[in-house]
């Protein structure tokens, strides 16, 4: 058995879409980020750096509980872990494992702050919202030619996909018009978007979703400000 412990963001949704592709048991705990639940003690004992997700494997290697921190290794460990979407050829596996790392290294990150700029920023940047739209289109670029010649990101369905959609679908909220522009993105989005274990996980602790209208100072603060950079020992 597997606890999880995560909070619907696009990280999170990551973990449960692979949870509910390998079928393995777990349980879902939320952790409510807007309200510093990430910072507890016992949070902080199997995720160091305060972020979701995290997991406990009940049944991790030896048969011991096996704690992990950061999506893409947890991604990894459960590819391993169930013999699924990571081959194991090496040259295979390493085409997942290279574009499961620009999700980590750019679309995560790039997403991320074209998010913060447009959304959350309490005062708007023009500079900082052109630098990381103009970078997120670039990604889709990246990807675009990718897919134009390969069905999924890294040849057959795999983590990399897991971890790359949820950001996409993310993104898309902007209605930019992206999908119009990248054909071969729209098209492969639409085919994971249809996978019954997708769209399972992303009803997880989905009833736990806060609209970004009803975040209050204190949890601005928990999230960007000062609750988040607090030094703890």
């Known amino acids: 058995m597997i606890d999880l412990y995560s909070w619907p963001t696009p990280n999170g949704v990551k973990i449960t879409i692979m949870l509910e592709e390998t079928a393995l048991p777990y349980t879902a705990h939320p952790i409510d980020i807007t309200k510093g639940e990430q910072f507890a003690d016992e949070f902080l004992s199997i995720s160091p750096n305060n972020k979701i997700p995290a997991l406990v494997d009940h049944d991790g290697p030896g048969g011991d509980d096996f704690t992990l921190f950061e999506s893409g290794a947890i991604l990894m460990y459960l590819a391993e872990k169930t013999g ?75 983590i990399a996909d897991m971890a790359t959609y949820p950001w996409v679908r993310s993104y898309q909220g902007y209605k930019d018009g992206l999908f119009d522009e990248f054909s071969h993105v729209k098209r492969w989005f639409e085919t994971i978007d249809n996978r019954p274990a997708v ?11 806060v609209e970004i209208d009803k975040l209050g100072n204190d949890a601005f603060s928990t999230l960007f400000g000062d609750k988040q950079y607090a030094s703890r020992k």
């Open 84 to 158: 699924q979407f990571m081959p194991s050829a090496m040259t295979d596996r390493y085409q997942v494992i290279q574009w499961l790392m620009f999700q980590m290294g750019g679309v995560g990150p790039m997403f991320g702050q074209a998010n913060h700029f447009r959304k959350y920023a309490p005062e708007q940047i023009n500079y900082a919202v052109q630098r990381y739209t103009n970078e997120a289109k670039r990604l889709y670029g990246v990807m675009n030619k990718r897919l134009s010649h390969h069905e999924y990101l890294a040849g057959d369905y795999s």
């Open 199 to 209: 769209q399972k996980g992303l009803t997880v602790l989905k009833e736990h979703k």
